[in-house]
């Protein structure tokens, strides 16, 4: 498989399997991982694993990839899990940083870095070390692209299942709120449930939010 020749000298360790890893979160609430593994050309749904994180509250990315690094870690030191020839997460060096401090050399970890200026064929992948590759239109890069849009797909999946059946209210269909202030609210409570629990008085330290917004916001997350 040329694709596996091409990844196995940039990491210079032979990959014969791929274990993707993807977190999904909805403002910080339902987080979740989805795990999906490729080898021998194909994908093989019966090792695919999703994993809900229980340690982590709010958006944190690289606290959730510690802790599904550690729960993959002690299966595979008990051999109750098959371990990959590579770990490959979607996310750059800090998200590889991330799970290279937990994994610690158990597996080879790589990352997949989305399009950083928005140009075709500029997608990358990351060791370790901070080395590059670039993934342009290539078999190589188109595969594992399809690899990292499956697992994507897959965690996403699974977040909306965990939700299903929940109503949940995006902020931005609360009167009053746009994108400033729904980014502005987020980034200090960081949840929905933060923001639900918090008073009036609370609400409005953030910039743009009036007293009538507040009573509105919390109207509407009843």
Sequence with gaps: NKSLSVISKFLKTKVSSILCL??????????VAGAVWWENGRFDKKKYRRYKIKTVKGVDDFGSLREVAARLL????????????????DGGE?????????????????GIIKDRHNVKGME????GLGNELVLQDTVFAMTLKAIRDETHRFSITFNRELRKGR???????????GKARENALLEKFRT?????EAT???????????????????RALK
């Design 94 to 110: 800090g998200q590889v940083s991330s799970v290279n401090s937990v994994i610690n050399g158990a597996v080879k970890v790589a």
């Design 124 to 127: 990358l992948l990351i060791d």
């Design 192 to 196: 929905i449930s933060a923001i639900k």
């Design 167 to 177: 109503l949940d209210f995006p902020l931005a269909k609360v009167k009053g709120i």
């Design 200 to 218: 009036p008085e609370e609400l409005m330290q953030v910039k743009g939010i009036t007293k009538e917004i507040a009573e509105e916001i919390l």
């Design 74 to 89: 002690k299966r595979w030191k008990e051999n109750s899990l098959e371990k990959p020839s590579l770990l490959l997460i």
């Design 22 to 31: 993807d977190i999904s979160t909805l403002y910080g609430e339902y987080n």
